[in-house]
């Protein structure tokens, strides 16, 4: 009898209906991922994912967007405006569903992305802060923090058909 095990990748965590996060699986979350169905994988890192997870999206026919390559290497540098900004806009589009935001451990990017798509739903910033933390772990940005409580939610674009929980 083949029995196959369904794990989750690092810090993966369901957002919203058909909406998710997570960090850089490894082929053991496969056959998980494959379960969800997924349409869009947005990437935040500044590098590229590593080859084995670039094959499974092409083999899965998913569509990749790449928008941390305009940040800077250094991977303490906090993600930037416009790439929230863009990648709030893809997160926003229902036709992009299932979606999954992932960088390479799913805290500080995803997590900033993640705790502005929350200041844009209109979540109080202790609630916005308690679930950046609880993926974070003890590795938490001052910074990031910051930037989601200084986030101008007035700069995203919201699209005309707009997913139901927005």
């Known amino acids: ?22 960090g850089q699986p490894n082929e053991l979350n496969f056959p998980f ?9 947005v990437w935040l890192a500044p590098e ?8 499974f999206i092409d083999d899965q026919e998913i569509n990749l967007e790449h928008l941390g390559v305009a940040t800077s290497v250094n991977a303490w540098d906090p993600i930037s405006e416009e790439i929230v900004l863009e990648a709030l806009e893809v997160i926003l589009n229902p036709r992009n569903f299932p979606l999954i935001i992932m960088c390479n451990l799913g805290r500080h990017r995803t997590g900033t992305v993640v705790g502005c798509l929350r200041k844009l739903q209109r979540w109080n910033l202790t609630s916005i802060f308690e679930e950046y933390r609880r993926y974070a772990g003890p590795k938490v940005r001052l910074l990031n923090e910051q930037f989601i409580e200084l986030f101008d939610t007035d ?12």
């Open 1 to 22: 009898m083949n029995s196959q095990y369904f794990i989750p990748p690092l810090n993966f965590g369901m957002i919203e209906d058909d909406l998710y996060r997570s």
């Open 33 to 41: 991922l494959e379960k969800l169905g997924l349409k869009t994988v």
């Open 48 to 55: 590229e994912p590593n080859q084995r997870f670039l094959n």
């Open 155 to 166: 700069l995203c674009r919201v699209p005309v058909d707009p997913p139901p929980w927005l």
